[in-house]
């Protein structure tokens, strides 16, 4: 049986706008042309079996979690490929179910969004704490996803890191916006095309094996 390619991180791993079952404006607007997310042009390409773990919403502390979460799972051979996202997320209770859910971005949207005093708490911690020491909060969780990812490199299992910088600054990749001419005003999630895009740039960084691993002296 082929590997596993374990997919996790925030929307742009999950695939927000061209998902099904969501009513996406963007899905909708698109019948009859529909392509596939990045994730599924990797897996195939790869001969992989895909497993997506993106969440809408997500956080870095919700994906560290989610890693951590299936360690258990992974087997020698497989492949992670983890998507960091805005230092805003938090991990919130959810109010729909008896779990911990994920809440991301300064607009405070959530699975189930909180009273208006719930969220100016949530804001309020964001502004004192978390938007004057960005940099400090993405070194953290990149330095423990990057002791993770050796852990799993000693078991050959590989751990490919991507940074949400390459789509919010490069701009490398359409979106959907671009792609309805403003009809849909998403300025940053992936159209089709830019699926296709971002799944070259991700193709090119596993060809390259760039992938965490120990630094020789």
Not at 14 to 25: D, H, L, S
Not at 71 to 76: E, G, L, R, T
Not at 172 to 190: L, Q, W
Request: proline residues 5%; charged residues 25%; hydrophobic residues 30%.
């Amino acid at each position: 049986m082929p590997n596993k390619i374990w997919f996790i991180g925030d929307s742009f791993t999950y695939g927000y706008g061209c998902r099904p079952g969501r009513n996406f404006k963007y899905y909708e607007y698109t019948k009859g042309a529909h392509g596939k997310l990045w994730t599924q042009i990797v897996s195939e390409e790869l001969n992989m079996v895909e497993n997506n773990l993106g969440k809408i919403a997500g956080s870095d502390p919700y994906s560290l979690g989610v890693y951590i979460n299936n360690m258990k799972n992974f087997k020698k051979g497989d492949y992670i490929v983890l998507g960091t996202t805005y230092p805003y997320g938090l991990l919130v209770p959810s109010l729909d179910y008896p779990t911990i859910t994920s809440t991301n971005g300064p607009e405070v949207e959530h699975d189930t969004p909180f009273d208006e005093k719930k969220k100016s708490t949530i804001t309020d911690f964001r502004n004192y704490f978390i938007e004057p020491y960005q940099k400090r909060w993405n070194e953290y969780y990149f330095d423990l996803f990057k002791n993770l990812s050796m852990e799993m490199f000693n078991r050959k299992i590989y751990t490919f890191i991507w940074d949400y910088k390459v789509w919010e600054k490069e701009k490398n990749f359409e979106s959907i916006r671009e792609h309805t001419n403003n009809i849909i005003t998403d300025p940053d999630h992936f159209s089709w095309n830019g699926h296709k895009q971002f799944a070259n740039y991700i193709l090119n960084k596993i060809n390259l094996k760039d992938f965490i691993k120990p630094c020789l002296i």
